[in-house]
């Protein structure tokens, strides 16, 4: 799949030392469930699983997000298709030097798209750690409404945290333009 700037798609093993360094920053881990840093080992087997992965079979599949014409992996998106395949969850993560220029949003509105549109899906979620205020401006950007909070609900990193659960309707698909 491709935007103006991205392109997402399959893993591939060159992948895993770029995958490897995003995934080991403190400050991209840390509302995820990974501890970091990620070892080498760890990184190239995660990088070969995802590359045998069937994005059209239920269960998670991971798009490796890359700069067009660069090849420059700077993060990926996560699509747990759902057995009925009417619905999905999904979710991201990206390199810091690449957070706040729009690539998340460009690539997780690409990923949405092709759910609701190209697949059909009827339904998109999400959810985050109440902390992580970027992930939730871009799930509002992107057209995602807040349809839960669960407070203490999960045990991470040696902590309660509180999660915000997020849906997307396919009838509210594409979002109206933010002023």
Known sequence: MLTERLALRRFRREDAEAFRAYRSDPAVARYQSWEAPLSTVDAEELVAEFAGLDPNAPGWFQYAVELRGRGTL???VGVNLHEN????EIGFTFAREHQGRGHATEAVSRVVDHLLVSQGLRRVSAECDAR????VRLLER???RQEGHRPEFTWLKGEWTDDL???????????PPRP
Request: hydrophobic letters at 50%; proline letters at 12%.
């Open 142 to 144: 992107v057209g995602f």
């Open 85 to 88: 395949r009417m619905q999905a």
């Open 74 to 76: 700077i993060g990926d």
């Open 165 to 175: 659960l997020f849906g997307l309707l396919a009838p509210n698909w594409p979002p």
């Open 132 to 135: 992580n205020t970027a992930s």
